[in-house]
């Protein structure tokens, strides 16, 4: 039962999200929104060895924006933080098998929360470091 334009991928995340939810006091943090269409993701990560050990998600917005979040976690998840800095928003978008394109900016918001998350897990690695 997909709706015109989405996949079966797309509906199955969407009705059965995965890694939804926060994680406390994470490694890594990213929150990143768009004032046109009113979605807001935020990326939580655990990063154990390297590794993205952990990756939850919390998105207000629309179904795709809530099915591209899902994916993106799982694409993520057992990935080092390099791998995970290079999975793209079109990368996102074909796993789901494709998005209509007036929806194609909510796999954009997905890998940027990812980046962000990534990215400032790398900083505060840094300062630990000094």
Same mark, same amino acid.
């Given at each position: 039962?997909?709706?015109?334009?989405?996949?079966?991928?797309?509906?199955?995340?969407?009705?059965?999200?995965?890694?939804?939810?926060?994680?406390?006091?994470?490694?890594?943090?990213?929150?990143?929104?768009?004032?046109?269409?009113?979605?807001?993701?935020?990326?939580?990560?655990?990063?154990?060895?390297?590794?993205?050990?952990?990756?939850?998600?919390?998105?207000?917005?629309?179904?795709?924006?809530?099915?591209?979040? !899902?994916?993106?976690?799982?694409? /993520? +998840?057992?990935?080092?933080? *390099?791998?995970? =800095?290079?999975?793209?928003?079109?990368?996102? @978008?074909?796993?789901?098998?494709?998005?209509?394109?007036?929806?194609?900016?909510? !796999?954009?918001?997905?890998?940027? /929360? +990812?980046?962000?998350?990534? *990215?400032?897990? =790398?900083?505060?690695?840094?300062?630990?470091? @000094?």
């Amino acid at each position: 039962m997909s709706q015109p334009g989405y996949s079966d991928k797309v509906m199955d995340h969407f009705m059965n999200p995965r890694n939804v939810g926060v994680i406390e006091d994470p490694d890594g943090y990213g929150k990143v929104g768009n004032p046109t269409c009113g979605d807001v993701m935020e990326m939580f990560i655990r990063v154990k060895d390297d590794r993205i050990e952990e990756i939850k998600f919390r998105t207000f917005g629309c179904g795709a924006a809530i099915a591209t979040s !899902s994916m993106t976690t799982e694409m /993520a +998840l057992g990935k080092t933080v *390099e791998e995970g =800095l290079k999975i793209t928003r079109d990368e996102v @978008g074909r796993e789901l098998g494709g998005l209509p394109p007036n929806k194609m900016h909510c !796999s954009n918001l997905a890998a940027d /929360a +990812l980046h962000m998350a990534l *990215e400032d897990y =790398l900083n505060k690695a840094a300062v630990r470091k @000094g």
